[in-house]
């Protein structure tokens, strides 16, 4: 579970909103595999994940194209990266992967998240707010 902490502020209002939603969704998926949960019941949680971030992924890459962000094209290297296996964890769950192989894909989105929020999307929110996008 990930829990919604000060620190994942960035001052930008729709990024900071975004984020708490997909920590939702995560903690909903967590809370799926930890009850008697069917495969296609965690599979359609994921595939609620992945289609949340990656229209959250849209609208972050359409804004570093407006405003010239500089960096964007290693932090839509990171966003792919996180759809796929973000599908493959879906993937897995509808083949009937058990719990173990839920649980520790459940620690890697855990630990991208909390990384690439306070690093990589805090590093483009002072560049919104340079912009005087909050």
Not at 17 to 30: G, M, P, T, V, Y
Not at 31 to 53: F, H, K, P, Q, W
Not at 106 to 115: I, Q, S, Y
């Amino acid at each position: 579970m990930i829990a919604w902490e000060p620190k994942f502020a960035l001052g930008v209002e729709v990024m900071d909103r975004q984020h708490q939603r997909l920590i939702e969704l995560a903690n909903e998926l967590a809370a799926r595999m930890g009850s008697a949960a069917t495969g296609d019941e965690i599979a359609a949680c994921v595939r609620a994940l992945t289609d949340y971030t990656a229209r959250h992924f849209w609208m972050e890459e359409r804004l570093m194209a407006d405003t010239g962000y500089e960096r964007s094209g290693l932090h839509g290297e990171q966003h792919q990266a996180l759809l796929r296996e973000l599908e493959r964890l879906g993937e897995q769950m509808l083949r009937g992967a058990g719990t173990r192989r839920g649980m520790k894909a459940l620690g890697f989105l855990r630990d991208w998240v909390t990384h690439h929020i306070q690093l990589s999307d805090r590093d483009f929110a002072k560049h919104l707010i340079s912009r005087g996008i909050l």
